[in-house]
């Protein structure tokens, strides 16, 4: 299992630093409870880095998400573990552990200005499910999150696909244009984090929408029953 990257010196060996020599890095951020993470998410940050020409994706597994209701869920090292076991197979995403080190809620804005002050010459593309359209305007520090990353949204079929610049009144018409220019449609799937989760407690089977190895953590230590 590869330690996560934001735990370790950056790729130029040196903790936080930065040579002019280097060339620019595209990186690609999935944030999410990942509770469990699924194939579905494999298969978006996969998607994402060959439609975008990334050369990695960060999947990070936030501690305390500002925006989901609060519930009782497996603790974030878990979680943490379960994407680190999901990742494990492609040398290109990586598990990363930035916010489970950071206390008080996971806001995007504070990940971003982390990994761009530990990491400046890296062009970063935040992705994001459709269903995050709607939550977006409440986001704290929008406008700084859309010139830290450029937001890339991830949409299946029937879902929404357009930003609308009345919606967004923290952005200018030209950051709203440039949501819309970043969209990645999906093939149609079945994994939702929630289904899972049911089945799980209800002793269905599962094993068929998360990574094997995932599945094998669930059970061994008794999540969702």
């Not at 370790?8 to 999410?32: C, H, I, M, V, W």
């Not at 497996?74 to 916010?99: C, G, Y």
Request: aromatic letters at 6%; hydrophobic letters at 40%; proline letters at 9%.
């Amino acid at each position: 299992m590869r330690a996560p990257p934001d735990s370790t010196a950056n790729e130029s060996g040196t903790p936080g630093g930065d040579t002019s020599a280097s060339p620019r890095r595209r990186l690609g951020l999935l944030g999410g409870t990942f509770d469990p993470v699924h194939l579905g998410h494999i298969a978006a940050a996969s998607i994402c880095r060959e439609r975008l020409a990334l050369d990695a994706v960060r999947l990070i597994t936030a501690r305390n998400p500002p925006h989901k209701r609060a519930r009782a869920r497996p603790s974030a090292a878990h979680r943490h573990a379960m994407v680190a076991l999901a990742v494990a197979p492609f040398p290109r995403l990586e598990a990363s552990d930035i916010e489970l080190r950071r206390r008080g809620p996971s806001y995007t804005v504070d990940t971003l200005r982390a990994i761009r002050a530990r990491e400046p010459r890296a062009d970063l593309f935040f992705i994001v499910g459709s269903d995050t359209i709607a939550e977006l305007p409440a986001w704290r520090r929008l406008d700084e999150i859309v010139r830290l990353a450029t937001i890339v949204t991830v949409v299946r079929p029937g879902a929404p696909r357009r930003y609308r610049a009345a919606e967004f009144p923290a952005l200018g018409a030209g950051d709203v244009a440039r949501l819309n220019r970043f969209v990645v449609a999906m093939p149609p799937r079945a994994e939702s984090s929630t289904d899972i989760r049911a089945r799980i407690a209800a002793g269905k089977p599962f094993r068929h929408l998360v990574p094997a190895d995932v599945a094998d953590y669930i059970e061994r230590h008794g999540l969702y029953r």
